[in-house]
């Protein structure tokens, strides 16, 4: 089968774990892990598994633009904003995993074929991707004014990176809510749980609606739930949304498929395993423009 090349920047947690995602698309074809550490975890397994592997940057992308049509960006939102400017000169198709918010925010279970003519997509944040869905499903039948979420992610599964941009988490997911989601009004909330063992990424979503009909809501929620377990398998339910007046609060749970990190970090699993089923719904759309 013909599959479309791409590679990822950024050798740490969340590039890591999306090597070993894209190891089973069967329409992306992995080609390259980019990093500026020769020494990263990273690169080290990438290099073992026969990828190209580069410390030099987004650099090696300019000097080598053949090996991906579709680039991955896993690094910061601030080096994010400048391989936006390359990656658009030299023609690529990024998929931003930062919260740089360059390009239009996506989530897969929430459908639309606008972005597919996009050529930098933003997947939001962990919290955005794990709470969105709810929201949106809540709208479709509700019409939400009003949508505030807690992330809560064990202490354990928060690098560096996540650490430096929990202004951008902020930001970026309340306008995901609002976007994407369909709230009138958003607000996101994230809290890093040191608990030890470490807990499970666990979401609430409190949602204030102005058409309350429990029935309709409750089973638009539960077909999301079972969209966003197409990609992300450990996605749940806690327990039966609770409803007072017009307002429905509803608790979720994200366990982590084990690729790189331990179940516990949902977190990162549902970014990397989003970012994946974003590329193969664009990998689709450029094999079916080269078909015409």
Not at 35 to 62: C, M, T, V, W
Not at 179 to 201: C, F, R, S, W, Y
Not at 261 to 278: E, K
Request: some cysteine; hydrophobic content about 40%.
């Amino acid at each position: 089968m013909v599959k479309i090349k791409a590679a990822i920047i950024g050798s740490g947690n969340i590039g890591t774990d999306l090597m070993y995602k894209l190891e089973r698309s069967e329409i992306i074809e992995l080609t390259a892990m980019i990093g500026i550490d020769p020494e990263s975890d990273g690169l080290k397994r990438a290099k073992e598994k026969g990828y190209l592997a580069f410390h030099n940057g987004i650099q090696s992308l300019q000097d080598n633009p053949e090996i991906a049509d579709i680039v991955f960006d896993a690094t910061s939102a601030k080096t994010h904003v400048r391989h936006a400017k390359v990656l658009a000169e030299l023609g690529k198709l990024a998929i931003d995993l930062t919260p740089a918010a360059r390009g239009p925010f996506v989530s897969p279970a929430v459908k639309t074929d606008a972005y597919l003519n996009e050529k930098n997509v933003n997947m939001i944040t962990c919290g955005g991707q794990a709470t969105i869905p709810i929201v949106h499903a809540i709208n479709s039948v509700a019409d939400v004014s009003y949508a505030e979420i807690v992330a809560t992610i064990s202490s354990k599964s928060a690098g560096p990176g996540t650490r430096a941009n929990i202004d951008e988490f902020t930001i970026t997911t309340r306008r995901g809510i609002e976007e994407v989601g369909g709230a009138d009004k958003g607000k996101a909330l994230i809290i890093l749980n040191p608990a030890e063992p470490p807990i499970l990424m666990r979401d609430t979503i409190y949602c204030e609606v102005k058409n309350m009909d429990e029935a309709a809501i409750t089973k638009s929620i539960e077909q999301m739930v079972e969209t966003v377990k197409e990609y992300v398998p450990g996605y749940r339910l806690k327990q039966e949304p609770l409803f007072d007046g017009n307002r429905v609060t509803v608790f979720v749970e994200v366990e982590g498929a084990g690729d790189y990190f331990p179940i516990y970090a949902g977190n990162l699993d549902i970014m990397t395993a989003a970012a994946t089923r974003v590329a193969e719904d664009f990998a689709i759309h450029m094999l079916e423009k080269q078909s015409v």
